[in-house]
């Protein structure tokens, strides 16, 4: 029997839709194909699968009817065995799988296509979730996620879970009111969310652009995607009881929270943090399976998907098109070395890394101000040229343990305890605060409630940091119990706590700055200002002015452009707010008389011609001062420039 060979598809704009075939479970598996504009009137209601894919199964003979004729098609095995529980007995499906709707040996029909899978995945009747077989209870864990999810709303923006009017249960919104679960329970959902599925990085485009339409599927048994989602939400949220396997749902549920709290719009320098602990087969994908949730301008900045180009020549384009798009260096944010990796060029993003994160990271940074990037690269293409200012040297590292685990307050006071030094509180920190002050703020990386506008219910103020430090020095003591537990939200502050400490190491620099650095940091390492990067960044000399970059930081005195500018003028602070066209954005507050402008008051001082600035930041809080050469050396003069490899 000949082999199916595909039919190229005519335009770009058209794509292949897969009909299986009625049949009983043990058939064979019989499909064929049609091609349509994916824009045309004719084109049929359809289902897609969410699944996950799996090269070392083997493969499967199914067969293609086409033009009256049976062809002989080799599918993966385990694709086949989905298949299986998909078709119906009665009548044909309509669907769009995209190992057999794509032509997976043609990168150049890949790249229209996947930019096309969104649209895809929101147009469908149904997105079908298959999570495989049925087995190690799924059906208990599916059913005990319906009944947990049919009781809860939930707040996505806060991520917080509300009962339903219709259910009367006192004190369930109390986050600290446990889930009632049985042992059984919990190790069934246990092992459902331990299936790949979950790890899978194109699930985050397939499932929720579509949600509300998407099953969960184990087997024949199925329910809805929405209630199973807000289960995740209350599983993450509230307390569970301690069982044998609840240590280990606890991780499971840690690495699901982009999942849960997933935005419609991501900016492309927080992808790491939105979608890090997630995975794919292809290094490109890492880029090009997230486009439907970025903006316009991140959208122009990553490009078409070219299934053409290596995974690290497509990085390296990013940066390019994102210096150039932007006039901002916020990329390099995105950077971490890699020491198995020395020959990499560090100033392009190993987006190919998957990272544990918490859901914070520092995006919030001001370190530059307003002001905008003034590098060039080097011909070969491989060096960054770049103004920038070293701040201080790393003198000594403490590190940071990863905190995972269901125990979040011991393992975040247990932490404090052994990083803040309780005979040095009074002391005078370099910006003049007490030492108290600088390790709150550095404990939360400045994430206080009177910095952000509005308040989502999450951060703490400054007060209620230096209380949770205080409390677990006084627990060192055994005559002395720790204080009254601060404002109702502790749970919430020891999670931001976790996020911005958790496996990284405390620095202590040259000049008295204490901060948060990426794990590779090494004495010695310079912590930098760069022209146009809103975090300062850990870099590490190579020769004279050649350095490769380390990580992100933040360091108290720095990340808010205090080395740059000095600090904001008595009675004004900085708060940043965010939304879907500006993405994260700052502002300036007179606490005095209440007035508020999107203009760092401390550039003013300069003369440089901003008259029209202001209206450039009512159209685009983020816009950037570009400034001239000689208006660097003026304004700057510590300012030398660094070769970065």
Not at 266 to 276: D, E, K, N
Not at 524 to 537: Q, R, S
Not at 626 to 634: A, D, G, T, V
């Amino acid at each position: 029997m000949d082999q199916y060979q595909h039919n190229p598809l005519p335009t770009p704009e058209h794509i292949r839709f897969v009909t299986i075939r009625a049949g009983r479970f043990d058939d064979d598996i019989l499909l064929s194909y049609d091609i349509l504009a994916f824009a045309s009137d004719g084109r049929p209601s359809y289902d897609a699968l969410s699944y996950t894919w799996d090269t070392h199964s083997g493969s499967r003979l199914v067969y293609v009817i086409e033009k009256g004729k049976t062809w002989a098609m080799h599918i993966p095995r385990n694709l086949a065995e989905i298949l299986v529980y998909l078709r119906y007995a009665d009548k044909a499906r309509v669907m769009w799988i995209d190992a057999l709707c794509i032509d997976q040996t043609n990168d150049v029909e890949k790249g229209p296509q996947v930019a096309r899978m969104g649209k895809v995945y929101r147009s469908a009747h149904r997105i079908s979730i298959w999570l495989g077989k049925e087995e190690n209870d799924s059906t208990r864990a599916l059913n005990t996620m319906l009944w947990l999810g049919s009781k809860v709303t939930v707040d996505w923006d806060r991520l917080s879970v509300a009962l339903r009017p219709e259910y009367v249960e006192p004190g369930f919104e109390d986050v600290n009111m446990g889930v009632p679960l049985r042992p059984e329970d919990t190790e069934a959902i246990y092992h459902l969310f331990s299936r790949r599925w979950f790890e899978r990085l194109w699930i985050r485009q397939e499932v929720m652009l579509a949600e509300a339409t998407a099953v969960v599927q184990c087997g024949f048994y199925q329910v809805p995607w929405p209630p199973f989602r807000r289960a995740l939400v209350c599983l993450y949220q509230k307390p569970r009881p301690k069982t044998p396997f609840d240590e280990k749902l606890n991780n499971r549920l840690l690495s699901f929270r982009g999942l849960m709290s997933q935005a419609s719009t991501v900016p492309l320098g927080y992808i790491r943090v939105a979608f890090g602990q997630s995975d794919c087969t292809d290094a490109r994908d890492r880029i090009y399976a997230l486009c439907e949730f970025l903006s316009e301008g991140d959208k122009a900045v990553v490009g078409s998907p070219d299934y053409t180009k290596d995974a690290d020549v497509i990085f390296r384009d990013i940066v390019r098109r994102y210096i150039q798009h932007y006039g901002s260096l916020n990329i390099l944010s995105q950077c971490q070395i890699n020491p198995e990796k020395a020959s990499d060029i560090s100033w392009t993003p190993d987006w190919t890394k998957k990272n544990f994160i918490y859901g914070r990271s520092y995006w919030r940074g001001f370190a530059s101000s307003h002001f905008g990037a003034m590098c060039a690269i080097s011909e070969n293409g491989r060096v960054l040229k770049t103004p920038g200012a070293s701040i201080t040297t790393v003198e000594d590292l403490e590190d940071i343990p990863a905190m995972e685990g269901r125990h979040i307050g011991e393992q975040v006071l247990e932490t404090l305890r052994i990083l803040v030094p309780s005979d040095k509180l009074e002391e005078r920190y370099v910006t003049g605060v007490s030492m108290l002050e600088a390790y709150a703020r550095t404990s939360v990386a400045n994430a206080l409630r009177d910095k952000q506008e509005p308040w989502l219910g999450e951060d703490p103020t400054l007060e209620e940091a230096q209380e949770i430090i205080l409390d677990a020095l006084k627990q060192q003591d055994q005559d002395q119990p720790p204080s009254k537990t601060p404002s109702g939200h502790t749970r919430e502050v020891y999670k931001i706590m976790r996020a911005m400490l958790a496996g990284r190491r405390l620095m202590h620099g040259s000049g008295g700055y204490i901060g948060t650095v990426p794990e590779p940091t090494q004495k010695g390492d310079e912590i930098c200002v760069l022209l146009g990067c809103h975090t300062p960044m850990v870099l590490r000399r190579v020769r004279d002015d050649v350095f490769r970059i380390v990580g992100e930081c933040y360091v108290l005195g720095i990340s808010e452009g205090e080395a740059l500018l000095g600090p904001l003028p008595d009675g004004i602070r900085r708060v940043f707010a965010s939304d879907p066209k500006s993405g994260v954005h700052s502002h300036f507050v007179n606490d005095r008389t209440g007035d508020r402008g999107l203009m760092d008051p401390r550039i003013q001082k300069f003369s440089l011609g901003l008259e029209t600035f202001p209206e450039q930041l009512s159209e685009d809080p983020n816009a950037k001062i570009q400034l001239r050469p000689e208006q660097l050396r003026s304004v700057f003069p510590q300012m030398r420039e660094f070769d970065i490899i």
